[in-house]
């Protein structure tokens, strides 16, 4: 942000004002064995100091945006009871008028996703275009691949019928068992997803997963089987029309028997497949953040499109509210 070319330290000419508040880190301190007052201390001294700030008066705080680091969901506990999670940051009024840009927004008006960081950070456009060239040209010997642990603990989560669709189709299905930490490498990670066709992407903790950016960097086409995982998030990042660049299968047919993960990705006709990787593989620029030490020149990357985003909305904001 420090280095983005529009700054302004005037804020009367700002079109909007970043606080610099780092919501996620915050939080991470207190999460655990601490009451929910000391949760939300440092939430409450923002916005009352922000509210007295000349800036804030002219429409509200609706200009003001921050980077939360967090899902949404992690900054809107409904009561104080300790037992509960997180903080009640996003139900503060002042909080509720500034918009946050967050891994995973949920259904709120004033949350906007975007995408999580890759392990591909190009400091050159050049950088970014051989990047795709290799994705195309890569050898791809498995039909599709899966990366993460059971949850046990969720009742809902679909995660072990997906392991034993996988383990039930080897020839298919290159799976990496997290449980192992081999996920913590790289290096294990992205031979996986260059090595497949389709990439397997259920609901970990939450919704989303690193892991579907992780696998478009890779040039492997996503499967969802909750639209909240991607459909419903990152309208600034990905296309509305979801069935261009990936594939959904329904849960509840999985858990049934009533559809197999094997069958229905060998349902996909080669052109289907071709399109859709080769829409992935457009998408890769602004799924990623470029090295914030130089900057891209024609690519617009994550940031750009957070920023622009960022910017249309509170120009409309503004609209509205005056």
């Not at 945006?65 to 949404?72: M, N, Y």
């Not at 046990?152 to 034993?164: G, L, N, T, V």
């Not at 696998?215 to 261009?244: D, E, M, R």
């Not at 399109?275 to 990623?288: C, N, T």
Request: proline fraction near 5%.
């Amino acid at each position: 942000m420090k280095q983005y070319e529009c700054l302004t330290n005037d804020s009367s000419m700002a079109s909007a004002i970043f606080v610099p508040y780092y919501a996620g880190l915050d939080l991470r301190r207190y999460l655990w064995g601490y009451n929910t007052s000391m949760r939300d201390s440092s939430g409450l001294d923002l916005v009352k100091w922000l509210a007295g700030k000349p800036e804030w008066k002219g429409i509200m705080g609706k200009d003001h945006f921050l980077v939360s680091g967090r899902i949404a969901r992690d900054f809107r506990r409904k009561s104080n009871r300790k037992s509960d999670w997180g903080s009640n940051f996003r139900f503060l009024p002042e909080s509720e008028n500034m918009t946050m840009l967050t891994i995973e927004s949920g259904s709120w008006e004033n949350d906007v996703a975007v995408p999580y960081p890759t392990y591909f950070h190009p400091s050159t456009d050049n950088e970014v275009f051989q990047w795709q060239e290799l994705m195309r040209r890569q050898n791809r010997p498995y039909l599709f691949s899966f990366a993460g642990a059971p949850r046990f603990r969720q009742k809902w989560s679909i995660r072990s019928e997906i392991i034993s669709h996988c383990q039930a189709s080897k020839k298919l299905c290159n799976l990496l068992d997290c449980d192992s930490q081999k996920c913590d490498d790289p290096n294990n990670l992205m031979k996986l997803f260059q090595s497949s066709v389709f990439c397997l992407q259920p609901p970990g903790d939450s919704l989303t997963r690193r892991s579907t950016f992780d696998s478009i960097l890779a040039g492997c086409i996503p499967v969802f089987f909750h639209p909240g995982s991607a459909y419903s998030q990152y309208v600034w990042h990905l296309p509305q029309n979801y069935t261009k660049y990936s594939v959904f299968i329904s849960p509840k047919d999985l858990r049934l028997g009533e559809t197999s993960i094997s069958q229905t990705l060998l349902g996909v006709s080669k052109d289907e497949e071709l399109a859709m990787r080769e829409e992935v593989i457009r998408l890769i620029p602004s799924v990623i953040y470029a090295d914030p030490r130089s900057r891209l020149e024609t690519v617009e990357d994550a940031f750009d499109l957070a920023v622009k985003g960022i910017l249309k909305r509170i120009e409309t904001l503004r609209k509205v509210v005056s």
